[in-house]
């Protein structure tokens, strides 16, 4: 079911779609690289978009409700084109990267396809950093151009680097129509020759993309994706969510994070139909639900929790279903989106391994365990190596994998390992950064630094990052497994956990929680953390019961909605310094 939004401003940019005088079958068709052989063609995910053109060409390809735009796959294929000109006309060349700084609007889901098209390297900026952090984005991947839109356009004021800036308007005045113009000017000028100007890449193992990392604890790392692992990884997403040609996709994890985890890839694979929505408004993300036919949608815990608790919540009467990812979803949350008629597909993967990379399957809805099962990680993307378990590496000592290989734990559900992974779903490497890559490929495999067990039926269940373990009298503590008993609680809306020093055992847990709106104990917090403790007792081991539980009006959290601890553990040292704890 294509969405409703009308389509009565297509005229103001009327002017940029003139297509090029060709039959629609070969308008589309890019340049081959010389020199191939017949029975082998490079893995480019380009070519979902313009076999969706030749296809579908009057399909609803790109929708923008808030300011009445929509363009059909011919349309928005068209258009891509011109701005693959237009980098082509401004000196943009193949290995050169293009920074991408903006919302989800429809000039990043534009760029996402066309500065590829040209054989230029990606590099989407998260649009929630500071001016100084752009600043040291730029100088480590030094582009050619930089697209931004107006509202970040602070971000790079300073920059030497050229800069056009999108008004997000459509219309003609608006410089980044003007730089489409500029492109479809250089089409005619060579000819009109639609797609077939743009030669695909030869070599499928070449950089697709720079996505960055959040750079918590130290400087962000440039994570290097190729053309292979981006089109694999939209395949795998397509078939692994069930996208098909009928779907409508709501954008609201940014396309910033890996490259919106390859959905817009995913999406033009399927030939659906993709919904822009500039801001995460939740009163506009249930208008998706229950107005526009939106059929699927990602989003991190945080954000699927408020769409669940949102006023105008109810079951769409269509069929919904969402990925969750970014961080271990609790059962009870998994529950709750269930209860609203929407199916989740709990995933779990990283940047470093093009977003999601494992899931839950086949699951027995009638179990009493279903959605505590359902919150595990399950098993590898049909698409993925198989995630193996490792037993830890101390410290320092990465180059003595390489000579002992890799042991895995027990399939016990107890011992904790590492999550290592290999295969077509993994980055190249980290740009400008060899030790880096070195460390995290050692032993030939990539590792996560996030901590899990395997099950004896085969899945692993995360336990923790390495970083977030909380180790009391020798005993490991899951943060993940705490938070997921602390959310069983009516009144509990969300909590983190961290660990805290103490004197006896060394580390304890510290819980921070947000109550619900409708808790009754707002004003009482001290009652409610003795009663929240008391609740935890017949949930968890004496040892990984909270020690001190803390009431707040909200966590700190990433723009894809991950709960920042490295934040906590700043505050909780800083108040315990200077005694106010």
Not at 35 to 61: E, K, Y
């Amino acid at each position: 079911m294509a969405p409703s939004t009308p389509k009565a401003r297509l005229s103001q940019v009327k002017g940029h779609l003139a297509a090029p005088e060709q039959p629609l079958a070969t308008r589309f068709r890019p340049s081959l690289p010389p020199g191939l052989h017949p029975s082998f063609t490079p893995l480019n995910p380009l070519a979902f978009l313009l076999r969706a053109a030749q296809v579908r060409p009057d399909h609803v390809a790109l929708v923008h409700p808030e300011k009445y735009l929509s363009w059909t796959y011919s349309q928005w294929a068209i258009r891509v084109a011109q701005l693959a000109y237009a980098l082509k006309a401004n000196g943009v060349k193949a290995g050169d990267r293009v920074m991408v700084i903006g919302p989800n609007v429809p000039f990043v889901s534009d760029s996402l396809q066309a500065v590829p098209a040209v054989q230029g390297i990606l590099v989407a900026v998260n649009t929630r950093l500071q001016p100084a952090d752009v600043a040291y984005l730029i100088q480590d991947s030094t582009p050619t151009l930089i697209l931004v839109d107006a509202q970040f356009e602070e971000l790079v004021q300073g920059t030497v680097v050229p800069v056009v800036v999108c008004f997000d308007s459509g219309r003609d005045d608006d410089p980044y129509e003007k730089l489409l113009a500029q492109g479809a000017a250089y089409d005619r000028e060579h000819g009109s020759l639609g797609w077939s100007g743009l030669e695909f890449q030869k070599d499928e193992l070449a950089t697709f993309a720079i996505s960055y990392t959040s750079g918590t604890t130290s400087k962000p790392k440039g994570v290097e994706t190729s053309y292979r692992g981006t089109y694999l990884a939209a395949v795998a997403n397509a078939m692994e969510s069930g996208l098909t040609f009928d779907s409508v996709y709501l954008w609201i994890l940014p396309k910033f994070h890996c490259l919106g985890w390859c959905y817009p890839y995913a999406n033009t694979l399927a030939m659906s139909t993709q919904v822009c929505l500039r801001s995460v408004d939740y009163s506009e993300v249930w208008k998706g639900l229950l107005e526009r036919g939106v059929t699927h949608y990602c989003g991190a815990p945080t954000v699927q929790l408020a769409i669940a608790t949102h006023s105008m919540a109810r079951k769409p009467t269509q069929a919904v279903r969402t990925t969750v990812a970014g961080a271990a979803p609790t059962a009870t949350l998994i529950k709750q989106i269930e209860a609203l008629g929407i199916t989740i597909d709990h995933i779990y993967g990283m940047t470093e391994t093009f977003g999601p990379m494992t899931k839950t399957f086949f699951l027995d809805s009638s179990s009493p365990t279903y959605y505590e099962d359902k919150a595990r990680q399950g098993h590898a993307f049909r698409l993925a190596d198989d995630v193996r378990i490792t037993r830890l590496i101390p410290e320092g000592e990465e180059h003595k994998v390489v000579e002992g290989g890799l042991e895995e734990v027990k399939n016990d559900g107890t011992e904790i390992g590492e999550i290592v992974m290999r295969g077509n779903l993994v980055m190249k490497s980290y740009y400008n950064n060899p030790q880096a890559t070195a460390k995290a490929f050692a032993g030939g495999y990539f590792h996560s630094g996030d901590l899990a067990v395997r099950r004896p039926d085969g899945t692993f269940a995360i336990q923790d990052r390495s970083k977030d373990i909380i180790i009391s009298g020798g005993e490991n503590i899951s943060s993940l497994a705490i938070e997921s008993a602390l959310s069983s609680h009516p009144d509990v809306l969300e909590c983190a956990c961290i660990a805290r020093p103490h004197e006896k055992w060394g580390e304890r847990p510290h819980a921070y929680v947000v109550l619900k709106n409708s808790a009754s104990w707002h004003g009482r917090h001290a009652a409610f953390e003795k009663e929240l403790k008391g609740f935890s007792r017949g949930k968890l081991p004496g040892f990984a019961t909270p020690e001190w539980v803390e009431v707040v009006d909200a966590l700190e959290k990433t723009s894809t909605g991950k709960v920042q601890k490295h934040v906590l553990r700043a505050k909780l040292k800083e108040l315990l310094s200077v005694g106010k704890k």
